[in-house]
């Protein structure tokens, strides 16, 4: 008996997992809700490079005067001063090194939201991946101190990974062994 080519394997492995998917659907509205947010996720990151971009040769100091103000915060207070005097440093090298930051986060939220909406077999992987590296960095914020933001972002995220590694475990007790001859 000869052994098939790992490409046709693979090809066989990715055509049975589509098929597994599409039988449940759902986890298809899971997968496509995740993929969502992914998206909109990279769609708000994206959108504020963008913004960021507006403040090149621009006068930030005071421009972030004007926020403090607009915002009715005594500029004079500690936090509002932090923030005014850390405008004033910002160079535009910088602010292209936020946008271009951006730009990249935006496009790896976009290629998983891509994948988990196309049921591709890697993005939940992906997102798994992608999205567990955030925890321990949140984790470590909540035991800084407790906030609503804070739990909140931990708590969505760990639905999130939870979601993804659960559909993962699913999908891998109906399939056969990736490389089986």
Known sequence: ?????????????????????????????????????????????????????AFIHEDVHHVAEQLVRHLHINPARHYP???????????????WGLALSALCYAIVRFV????????????????????GMYIPVEL??????ITWPK?????????VVGYLAYALLRSRRKEPPLLST
Do not use: S
């Open 1 to 53: 008996m000869q052994r098939r080519c790992h490409a046709v394997v693979y090809a066989e492995h990715v055509k049975k997992y589509m098929h597994n998917n599409a039988e449940n659907p759902a986890k298809l509205g899971g997968l496509r809700v995740v993929a969502f947010f992914e998206g909109a996720k990279g769609m708000i990151v994206l959108l504020t490079g963008l913004g960021i971009l």
């Open 81 to 95: 001063q932090i923030f005014i005097d850390a405008a004033t440093h910002v160079t535009d090298l910088q602010l």
């Open 112 to 131: 998983e939201a891509f994948g988990l909406w196309k049921r591709m077999p890697w993005a939940e992987w992906f997102g798994l991946l992608t999205g």
């Open 140 to 145: 470590f914020e909540v035991m800084r101190g």
């Open 151 to 159: 739990m909140t972002v931990l708590v969505v995220n760990l639905g």
